[in-house]
């Protein structure tokens, strides 16, 4: 289970890999959070998802055209719109393949197709190598960042404003 992950926070990086520009930091008193270089449950990280430019414009034509993608900042930890508050971010951070589709925290994501991708320079896991639990920085050989498959929702917070937040997906382990 991933709960630490470096998010991509160079605009430069981010734009030359993930081809969309970072998103703008949101007037929520964020900044510091936004900042950070290593990310926990709670926390605030970059995402990717799909949009529907044009689709409310009224025209059949727009209807038509694919969805685009634009990146927003969103919190570690999947809260879907009827959570109480954002407690339950600290254990729905990671959903399993095998029950995204059924857990009554992810499934509504998952039914309204809200997959993103979550752009990160590494992951740290615990390494057991020395015979006890070391975290350990995971990044890809070639240097560049790597997209995490992820599920976003919408959560209105006591104060009436939006909150997105994400989850990753995760797949069994496969040992040979």
């Known amino acids: 289970m991933c709960a630490r992950f470096d998010p991509v926070i160079r605009p430069e990086r ?3 890999v993930f081809g969309t520009e970072m998103p703008a930091q949101p007037n929520t008193g964020l900044a510091k959070a936004l900042d950070a270089t290593e990310v ?28 685009g ?7 570690f930890g999947l809260l879907p719109p009827w ?12 959903a399993r ?10 499934r509504d994501a998952w039914a309204a197709h809200k997959h993103c991708i979550i752009p990160a320079e590494a992951i740290t896991e615990p390494g057991y190598s020395s015979g006890k639990a070391v975290p350990t920085r995971i990044a890809c050989a070639d240097g560049l960042p790597m997209g995490i498959a ?4 919408r959560w209105m917070a006591p104060d009436g404003n939006p909150m997105d937040s994400f989850t990753m997906i995760l797949g069994g382990s496969h040992v040979t």
């Open 14 to 16: 981010f734009k030359q």
């Open 40 to 67: 926990f449950p709670g926390g605030f990280a970059p995402i990717i998802r799909a949009t529907t430019h044009g689709l409310s414009s009224g025209h059949i034509e727009a209807d038509l055209d694919p969805p």
């Open 150 to 153: 992820g599920l976003w929702s």
């Open 69 to 75: 993608h634009e990146a927003a900042w969103a919190m």
């Open 83 to 94: 959570a109480k508050d954002t407690k339950l971010c600290r254990s729905t951070y990671n």
């Open 97 to 106: 393949t095998a029950t995204v589709d059924t857990k009554p925290s992810f």
